[in-house]
């Protein structure tokens, strides 16, 4: 080991000693791990991506959280090296982490685990069309691409040896794992730990099982534990050491104990949702996660398989925005003098503004949303498509 990546270690040692549970800032990082390994920490635990710079071009692990996120990460990664980004390697299957693919992908190669990779060739013609038109820039090269046409996928293990780098990607089989991918590069000791690594953010498992279950993730984490990294890029939150792994671990364990002593009280569910807390862990963000975690929990415990809801599609018109979350994520929308939470996801096509970011208070919009008959929308209905009224 050169005494310049001695150093360098030393150094992202000093920064994880920052104070226990902070959440990352306004603006993103662009950070440097390794020699040609860096980390891109999303703002306000957004998704992180991971960049691998070699001399026959770019590995990019994830793309952002929303369409600026992913042109910043481009930015980032002229700024260090003009080799072209030559795979997209997707940890896991949901918008903030392969939504900003377009602006690579062509000519990039995606690469996927094959659960993901039957799921982008069964897109629906709106999530096709999203896909085609997210980035503007990009239209005339995207006009005839499906997301499935640059895809090269794989059932468990893969490696990449590129510009004299390897780099590992690994899949922890289990029936509910929707297709997580974590990503090693073991000359660097770097991993990118998937949806089972997060850091002061309480985890997204929610009934449907549509995330995993937490009986997964302990399988994932034992799986990269045994790897001994010594940097773990976290899904969201901030960077870390090894300890962000089995401090998820303890934190899982705990989660299912909690729910294990109410159900033996005989608690029925919507008690059990209601006084289920990880409190403890102080600071951390995504309390919202709390009742999804429980009902989760109380399924897993039965051995219960996932939830199944009746997907109803509804229509609102003419609606006011009234609140906006997580830069247009998350909207409050009032008709008729009701309101309805709606979540703005990254196939969700947008009509009358460039993207989500551009959602204002006041806007009149028109959507169509997929309602969870029997289910837990937490954080909102999905959006098919959404119009700006002018």
């Not at 920064?15 to 920490?41: H, I, Q, R, S, W």
């Not at 072209?84 to 693919?101: A, K, L």
């Not at 995606?110 to 069309?129: I, N, S, T, W």
């Not at 609606?319 to 969700?348: F, H, P, Q």
Request: proline residues 6%.
């Amino acid at each position: 080991m050169t005494r310049i990546l001695v150093a360098l270690i030393g150094a992202i040692a000093l920064a994880f000693a920052a104070p226990a549970f902070a959440v990352t800032g306004d603006k993103a990082e662009f950070v440097k791990l390794a020699d040609g390994v860096y980390a891109y920490v999303g703002k306000k635990n957004d998704a992180n991506a991971m960049v691998v710079v070699t001399s026959e071009g770019v590995v990019l692990v994830d793309t952002g959280n929303n369409q600026p996120d992913t042109r910043d990460i481009a930015q980032k990664i002229k700024s260090v090296t003009d080799q072209p980004v030559r795979y997209i390697v997707i940890s896991q299957n949901h918008g903030d982490h392969i939504g900003g693919t377009p602006l690579f992908s062509p000519p990039a190669a995606l690469v996927v685990h094959d659960r993901v990779a039957k799921q982008l060739a069964d897109f629906k013609p709106y999530q096709v069309k999203t896909w085609q038109k997210r980035f503007p820039e990009r239209a005339e090269a995207m006009k005839n691409v499906k997301p499935i046409d640059t895809v090269v996928s794989f059932p468990d293990r893969m490696t990449l040896h590129l510009g004299g780098k390897t780099i590992e990607l690994i899949y922890v089989d289990d029936t509910y794992n929707p297709g997580d991918v974590a990503v090693w590069v073991p000359e660097a000791g770097v991993l990118h730990a998937s949806f089972a690594g997060y850091k002061d953010r309480h985890p997204d498992i929610r009934p449907d099982y549509s995330h995993g279950t937490t009986w997964g993730m302990l399988k994932q984490l034992e799986t990269y534990i045994a790897l001994k990294p010594k940097v773990v890029i976290p899904a969201h939150g901030p960077l870390g050491g090894p300890d962000i792994l089995t401090t998820m671990v303890d934190y899982l364990l705990s989660a299912r104990e909690k729910v294990r002593v109410m159900m033996a009280k005989g608690m029925a569910l919507p008690d059990i949702i209601k006084q289920f807390s990880m409190s403890e862990y102080k600071g951390w963000d995504r309390e919202n996660h709390f009742d999804w975690m429980a009902e989760t929990l109380w399924r897993e415990l039965q051995g219960m398989g996932p939830q199944i809801a009746k997907i109803e599609e509804r229509a609102v018109k003419g609606a006011t925005i009234e609140a906006i979350e997580e830069e247009g994520r998350r909207l409050t929308v009032n008709t008729d003098n009701n309101k309805l939470r709606l979540r703005v996801a990254s196939d969700t096509n947008i009509e009358g503004i460039p993207d989500r970011t551009a959602f204002k208070n006041g806007m009149k919009v028109s959507a169509e949303y997929q309602v969870p008959v029997g289910g837990n929308a937490a954080l909102g209905y999905d959006i098919m498509e959404i119009r700006v009224d002018k």
